[in-house]
């Protein structure tokens, strides 16, 4: 059946309308923002979400991702400040915050930043020595966000973030290095080993000095502890035979002979018990034994003659040694036991 002319127009207007309505209706995804031009020129931003506009009068300029951004800095070499040449690469974080900035005030812009961080490595590195560009990486750091930084604020751009992943010397140079760090340890170790062997030997000395006044406070102790006990012992001593004179000047003589005799007896007793003799010689007189024992007696007849009311017997004498007599038998050391 053959198509009307009014279905073909009507068909065409649908037609015309779906194609109007899509190309009037935008979805942009999350952490991304369009630009829109009219005529070429920009006019607005467009969200994340449903955003219309008008067909074949507006139409998307750039797509732009407000998400941060990671780029890689390609290596290059740098000549540093004490005429060392290293060869560096690094990473940059940045952000879109106006997207309208970043599309319209540079053209593009990833490789605008590179450019840009790669010029201010070589002015920032190279104005440093070799030791203090190997020491001070946070330095560094900070200081290249901070002018990357300034350098991008009028497009639009927020850097977040520079890090110098990677510092490179000659090889001849790292053996230098490694060499010089060997030599600072070794003078290091030297130093410490020094310091603590002279720590050792002033404690060593402290410990000899103590142990020399502790041990002089002692003997004067000990010295001043013997003085006092032979004080305390020539003081019983006196005060014994204090006593025993008051006692012999009080008493008689007799009592003496007693306590004489009776040592004399004990000291016989223990030689003779001896286990190791066999042949005993005595270095007195039998006499003085018979002397002994007899004053012991005598000693006892005074003593009862006192209770019965009797004078008490005067010992007998004996005759003075004849010194051109024989000497007893068994010779001048007694008889034999």
Same mark, same amino acid.
């Given at each position: 059946?053959?198509?009307?002319?009014?279905?073909?127009?009507?068909?065409?207007?649908?037609?015309?309308?779906?194609?109007?309505?899509?190309?009037?209706?935008?979805?942009?995804?999350?952490?991304?923002?369009?630009?829109?031009?009219?005529?070429?020129? @920009?006019?607005?931003?467009?969200?994340?979400?449903?955003?219309?506009?008008?067909?074949?009068?507006?139409?998307?300029?750039?797509?732009?991702?407000?998400?941060?951004? &990671?780029?890689?800095?390609?290596?290059?070499?740098?000549?540093?400040?004490?005429?060392?040449?290293?060869?560096?690469?690094?990473?940059?974080?940045?952000?879109?915050?106006?997207?309208?900035?970043?599309? @319209?005030?540079?053209?593009?812009?990833?490789?605008?930043?590179? #450019?840009?961080?790669?010029?201010?490595?070589?002015?920032?590195?190279?104005?440093?020595?070799?030791?203090?560009?190997?020491?001070?990486?946070?330095?560094?750091?900070?200081?290249?966000?901070?002018?990357?930084?300034?350098?991008?604020?009028?497009?639009?751009?927020?850097?977040?973030?520079?890090?110098?992943?990677?510092?490179?010397?000659?090889?001849?140079?790292?053996?230098?290095?490694?060499?010089?760090?060997?030599?600072?340890?070794?003078?290091?170790?030297?130093?410490?080993? +020094?310091?603590?062997?002279?720590?050792?030997?002033?404690?060593?000395?402290?410990?000899?000095?103590?142990?020399?006044?502790?041990?002089?406070?002692?003997?004067?102790?000990?010295?001043?502890?013997?003085?006092?006990?032979?004080?305390?012992?020539?003081?019983?001593?006196?005060?014994?035979?204090?006593?025993?004179?008051?006692?012999?000047?009080?008493?008689?003589?007799?009592?003496?002979? @007693?306590? &004489?005799?009776?040592?004399?007896?004990?000291?016989?007793?223990?030689? +003779?018990?001896?286990? #190791?003799?066999?042949?005993?010689?005595?270095?007195?007189?039998?006499?003085?034994?018979?002397? +002994?024992?007899?004053?012991?007696?005598?000693?006892?007849?005074?003593?009862?003659?006192?209770?019965?009311?009797?004078?008490?017997?005067?010992?007998?004498?004996?005759?003075?040694?004849?010194?051109?007599?024989?000497?007893?038998?068994?010779?001048?050391?007694?008889?034999?036991?």
């Amino acid at each position: 059946m053959p198509i009307s002319p009014f279905a073909i127009v009507v068909l065409a207007i649908l037609v015309l309308a779906i194609l109007v309505i899509f190309m009037g209706v935008k979805s942009v995804p999350q952490g991304r923002e369009w630009t829109v031009e009219r005529f070429g020129r @920009y006019t607005r931003t467009l969200r994340p979400g449903l955003n219309l506009i008008v067909p074949f009068v507006d139409q998307i300029g750039a797509k732009l991702s407000m998400m941060e951004t &990671v780029l890689e800095v390609p290596q290059q070499e740098i000549i540093t400040k004490d005429n060392a040449m290293v060869t560096v690469d690094g990473v940059i974080f940045y952000q879109v915050l106006d997207a309208a900035k970043a599309a @319209y005030e540079v053209g593009n812009l990833e490789t605008a930043i590179i #450019n840009l961080t790669m010029t201010n490595i070589r002015t920032v590195m190279g104005s440093m020595d070799l030791d203090e560009l190997l020491s001070n990486r946070d330095q560094i750091n900070a200081r290249l966000m901070k002018v990357v930084d300034d350098a991008t604020e009028p497009w639009g751009v927020k850097v977040t973030r520079i890090e110098i992943r990677d510092i490179t010397p000659p090889r001849d140079l790292v053996d230098s290095m490694a060499r010089q760090m060997k030599a600072e340890r070794d003078r290091r170790a030297t130093i410490l080993e +020094a310091e603590g062997t002279r720590q050792a030997q002033i404690l060593r000395a402290e410990g000899l000095k103590q142990a020399a006044i502790l041990e002089a406070e002692g003997r004067r102790e000990a010295a001043f502890r013997d003085a006092e006990a032979r004080e305390r012992s020539a003081e019983a001593e006196a005060k014994a035979t204090t006593a025993v004179s008051e006692a012999i000047a009080s008493g008689s003589v007799q009592a003496i002979n @007693y306590f &004489v005799a009776t040592k004399y007896v004990d000291a016989l007793k223990a030689v +003779a018990a001896a286990p #190791n003799q066999k042949v005993l010689f005595m270095p007195l007189e039998a006499s003085s034994v018979i002397g +002994a024992i007899g004053g012991i007696s005598e000693i006892a007849r005074e003593a009862f003659g006192r209770d019965g009311g009797a004078p008490p017997a005067v010992p007998p004498r004996r005759p003075p040694a004849d010194p051109a007599a024989p000497a007893p038998e068994g010779g001048p050391w007694g008889p034999k036991a």
